[in-house]
């Protein structure tokens, strides 16, 4: 790896209560200051065509540019981009939603850039704040 390069691409929602959660989390995944981030509201659950056609160019190019060979998808439950909690039934269908926009989003990826290896992250949040990581959901 050259000093241009590093290893992944984070595609997430900007949501501020995520910003240093996500960073640490990445830290201890060993990704310190090795991946290229891509921020949007409401992440890969509020992808219309235009914000997916942002997001395949931003894979273009860090891989063109600093040939990453992975992309975290990260998307969280309460987004605000959705309505928060309250505007689901439940929190299982609240995780389903979220769950089914992440393997829709790495299917498409997959399609479009088979060399690249997609993992997604499923951020949950308690009604307390509390915030909870769980990978390859
Ligand atoms: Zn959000």
Same mark, same amino acid.
């Given at each position: 790896?050259? #000093?241009? *390069? ?25 990704? =310190? #200051? @090795? ?9 890969? #659950? ?13 894979? *273009?190019?860090?891989? =063109? ?9 990260? =998307?969280?439950?309460?987004? #605000?981009?959705?309505? &928060? ?7 299982? =269908? ?31 949040? @308690?009604?307390? &704040? ?8």
């Amino acid at each position: 790896m050259t #000093s241009q *390069e590093c290893k992944a691409l984070v595609f997430c929602c900007s949501d501020f209560r995520l910003v240093e959660p996500i960073k640490n989390w990445l830290d201890e995944k060993h990704l =310190a #200051s @090795n991946y290229d981030l891509v921020s949007v509201s409401g992440g890969v #659950s509020k992808l219309d065509s235009i914000k997916e056609n942002f997001l395949v160019k931003q894979i *273009e190019a860090a891989i =063109a540019e600093h040939n990453i060979s992975e992309v975290f998808l990260i =998307a969280h439950n309460d987004c #605000s981009a959705h309505g &928060g909690r309250g505007s689901f039934d439940s929190s299982e =269908a609240e995780n389903d939603f979220y769950l089914l926009n992440l393997q829709k989003t790495k299917e498409k990826i997959n399609s479009l850039f088979p060399e690249i290896q997609v993992k997604n992250v499923l951020v949950k949040i @308690n009604p307390l &704040g509390q915030i909870n990581f769980e990978e390859n959901v």
